[in-house]
Nanobody, 123 residues
Framework: QVQLVESGGGSVQAGGSLTLSCAAS????????LAWFRQAPGKGREEVAA????????YATDSVRGRFTITHYNPKNTVLLQMLRLRPEDTAMYYC????????????????WGQGTQVTVSS
């Protein structure tokens, strides 16, 4: 059974830091496309950061670029999201996601999702 389990969320003041972790079981994250998404109340889901199957190329949405870093930690079969200088607008439920990678199509649609971890940033 495939499971992605997020942890590390919490409540912090603006300017603070958190590191989210997503641990996979029953599924290797090696050679997968990985991403962190978030969803704030009343808003749609937003892709925050992603890392390719080689673990070399990363993406971060404009609002978090320079503050958030996604890392794939192979030995622990986890993907991390380091979040610095947090802002109230970063408040959301954060989800990790994984997708297969193929040489022909690249990253396929994300089909494995965690249950989410809440991040709350107060001003």
């Amino acid at each position: 059974q495939v499971q992605l389990v997020e942890s590390g969320g919490g409540s912090v003041q603006a300017g603070g830091s958190l590191t989210l972790s997503c641990a996979a079981s029953g599924y290797t994250l090696s050679r997968r496309c990985l991403a962190w998404f978030r969803q704030a109340p009343g808003k749609g889901r937003e892709e925050v950061a992603a890392i390719d199957a080689d673990g070399r190329d990363t993406y971060a949405t404009d609002s978090v670029r320079g503050r958030f870093t996604i890392t794939h930690y192979n030995p622990k079969n986890t993907v991390l999201l380091q979040m610095l200088r947090l802002r109230p607008e970063d408040t959301a439920m954060y989800y990790c996601a994984a997708a297969r990678y193929s040489l022909i199509f690249g990253c396929e649609p994300y089909n494995y999702w965690g249950q989410g971890t809440q991040v709350t940033v107060s001003s």
